[in-house]
């Protein structure tokens, strides 16, 4: 089926630990995005990526590092994770202006 | 620069009652504007959008009207039934990203 597709949907780390999140899509869309969504706060811009080889920052950036080395993939990378970051997080991907965007099931990650 | 503020929840409504979630935005230039909703377990689904003033979007039974003069992109349906029950993210696209309001949950009891 055509979509976005997340890997791990579920993960618990020790502080400390690192680890990547993979999106992978599959409907040739340029723009790649990365989210992190918390009670009550929504969902919040972490990077995202207007095509292959392209990142930038979004609204909360720090502790993440990003790539899009292919333009299906966009790889979200925690070095040093931490309780402030137990989250879901969601992928998401769209053609340019205009159109909605295609989202992921999530990844449910805890911090210990 | 852009956001979005939208009603707070919790909101329980019995079946065939009449929903609106209020949803306004602050914005630069001409964004457009979505509604998604996000089910248990999933992620979020595009449920509507209008993409310039006076646009109205529509989907199984929702609608929203893009109002420039009030900043505002409320959703509405007439008569809601248990299966709405989720949590309803209003959003507003620019040109490289959107940003989405905290989210209303709506239960809908039988």
């Known amino acids: 089926n055509a979509g976005v597709t997340q890997t791990p949907k579920f993960r618990v780390l020790k502080t400390g630990q690192s680890m990547t999140l993979l999106c992978a899509q599959d409907?040739?869309?340029?723009?790649m995005y990365w989210y992190r969504q918390d009670p009550g706060m929504g969902l919040r811009l972490i990077h995202y990526?207007?095509?292959?080889?392209?990142?930038a920052k979004g609204e909360v950036p720090d502790g993440y590092n990003v790539s899009r080395l292919k333009k299906q993939n966009f790889l979200l990378g925690l070095e040093s994770a931490a309780p402030s970051q137990t989250s879901v997080y969601f992928c998401?991907?769209?053609?340019?202006?205009?159109?909605?965007?295609?989202f992921g099931s999530g990844t449910r990650l805890t911090v210990v | 620069g852009n956001s979005v503020t939208q009603m707070e929840g919790p909101v329980t409504l019995s079946e065939e009652a009449f929903l609106t979630i209020n949803c306004t935005y602050t914005a630069t230039g001409y964004p457009s504007l979505f509604w998604y909703v996000q089910y248990p377990g999933e992620g979020l689904q595009l449920l509507l959008k209008a993409t310039k003033a006076d646009d109205k979007g529509s989907n199984k039974g929702f609608e929203a009207t893009y109002r420039k003069e009030t900043t505002s992109f409320h959703l509405e349906k007439g008569s809601v039934q248990v299966s709405d029950s989720a949590v309803y993210f209003c959003a507003l696209g620019s040109n490289n990203d959107m940003r989405f309001g905290a989210g209303t949950r709506l239960t809908v009891k039988p």
């Open positions: 998401a991907s769209r053609y340019p202006t205009g159109y909605g965007y295609t």
């Open positions: 990526s207007v095509g292959e080889g392209t990142t």
């Open positions: 409907m040739n869309h340029e723009y």
